[in-house]
């Protein structure tokens, strides 16, 4: 029997994001243009849900905890023109913590920690900052959440757990998965085993 479909929409930008600084748990807001990003996810949404047939007030609607996923949930729901912060969070899908690289650029990273850095290059999926988790930690807590849905669902929430749910429904590899930029202002949908994206 096949899951629940998934409307999957990675956060809007935020400065770090424009920075390339690596956010991870860290609660930094959207910028100006990571909120209009949020909107046009929410347009995106309305033209699937309308080619789909769907419903929009009938799915469920979960995000990460962070700010940043908060915002856009509710700029998206506010396009959507459904109450703004009528939606559930599941903790299971804040993004993968980075330990003592968050805030960090990738070059401030590997000058830090050469050496872990250069593991990590080899094995993004099995190797971790100090403090951090891998990507495979992720994949566990994103299956765990995949698992226990009953219902079709539009979920906000991180780059790093959208690789970790592509890994998990066998769509991607780990190789594969952790190069992948997912994009901010797209919608994903995991539907049937595949996934199309929509921007």
């Known amino acids: 029997m096949p899951g629940p479909t998934i409307y999957y929409l990675r956060h809007g930008e935020t ?27 929410g347009g995106v949404l309305a033209e699937l849900f309308k080619r789909d047939g769907r419903d929009k007030a009938a799915l469920a609607y979960v995000s990460s905890p962070l700010g940043r996923a908060r915002q856009t949930m509710e700029l998206a729901r506010g396009k959507l023109e459904l109450p703004p912060a009528d939606y559930a969070l599941d903790d299971r899908l804040r993004e993968i913590g980075y330990g003592t690289w968050e805030g960090l650029t990738l070059a401030e990273s590997q000058a830090n920690d050469p050496d872990i850095y250069a593991r990590r290059l080899a094995d993004k999926w099995t190797v971790a900052p100090a403090g951090g988790e891998t990507y495979a930690d992720v994949q566990v807590r994103v299956r765990a959440w995949y698992d226990q849905l009953r219902t079709d669902t539009v979920a906000v929430a991180h780059g790093g757990t959208c690789r970790a749910l592509m890994v998990s429904l066998g769509i991607e590899t780990p190789a594969s998965a952790a190069e992948l930029y997912i994009e901010q202002g797209a919608v994903y949908v995991f539907r049937d085993g595949r996934l199309e994206k929509f921007s």
Request: proline share 4%; aromatic share 4%.
């Open 15 to 41: 400065e770090w994001n424009a920075l390339g600084r690596l956010q991870g748990t860290r609660d930094i807001p959207l910028n100006a243009r990571g909120c209009s990003q949020a909107v046009q996810a």
